[in-house]
């Protein structure tokens, strides 16, 4: 089944720890995002890739990094230089060139900043 | 900067009745996107608008794009409780390589 994949589902970090956020996709879709989403909120972008070795800071880049070095993965680092990490964090790819651009959600990764 | 606008955010209902929720946005798009969202869990696509005029049905959801109004609604008809979710409008503004600005959402809740 095509998908998007995030890992882990549930995550707990201490204060001054480096955390790292899976996705990956199997929709060989050229673009792929990270969204932040706070409880009651909307969604904020953190960094965008539309193709393999760049992206681009969104909104809310301060404190997160990524990489793209291949096509079906992005991972996101949550730095400790993220003054409120809590959230929950949701990864998305789309065909944005050729495509509609609807964007496709994996299930998303809460972190707990303890 | 494109701001995206829903009205209302909340909205309490009675099943078996209709209601609209309304899309704002600010700039020029003629791409505009609805999701749904329940509880804890990640959004999924409901409607794909891509030009003025379109308009989508699904079950009892009607979503419209006025691109010249710069306005998209979603209409729900007779409403059901499986329908209560937190709904979302997204708009795809030119020049913003795929990148969709989020309104902050319509938390719907539909009681017997």
């Known amino acids: 089944d095509g998908g998007i994949t995030q890992s882990p589902k549930y995550l707990f970090r201490k204060e001054g720890q480096n955390v790292t956020l899976s996705c990956e996709q199997n929709?060989?879709?050229?673009?792929m995002y990270w969204y932040r989403q706070d409880p009651g909120q909307g969604l904020r972008l953190i960094y965008y890739?539309?193709?393999?070795?760049?992206?681009q800071k969104g909104d809310i880049a301060e404190g997160y990094s990524v990489s793209r070095e291949k096509k079906e993965s992005f991972p996101l680092t949550v730095t400790s230089a993220q003054k409120n990490p809590t959230a929950f964090y949701l990864c998305?790819?789309?065909?944005?060139?050729?495509?509609?651009?609807?964007?496709?959600f994996g299930e998303g990764s809460r972190l707990t900043v303890l | 900067e494109l701001k995206v606008e829903q009205n209302p955010l909340f909205l309490s209902m009675q099943e078996g009745k209709n209601y609209t929720i309304y899309c704002n946005y600010s700039?020029?798009?003629?791409?505009l996107y609805w999701y749904r969202q329940d509880p804890g869990k990640s959004l999924e696509s409901l409607f794909v608008?891509?030009?003025?005029?379109a308009v989508k049905q699904e079950g009892r959801l009607m979503a419209s794009l006025d691109t010249k109004a710069r306005l998209s609604t979603l209409h729900i008809t007779a409403a059901v409780h499986d329908l209560s979710a937190t709904y979302f409008c997204?708009?795809?503004?030119?020049?913003?390589?795929?990148?969709?600005?989020f309104g902050k959402g319509t938390k719907l809740s539909v009681k017997p």
């Open positions: 998305a790819s789309s065909m944005w060139l050729s495509g509609t651009g609807e964007l496709f």
């Open positions: 929709l060989n879709h050229d673009a």
């Open positions: 890739s539309q193709i393999v070795n760049d992206f």
């Open positions: 700039t020029t798009s003629d791409r």
């Open positions: 608008l891509l030009s003025n005029g």
């Open positions: 997204a708009v795809d503004s030119w020049g913003s390589q795929g990148n969709l600005i």
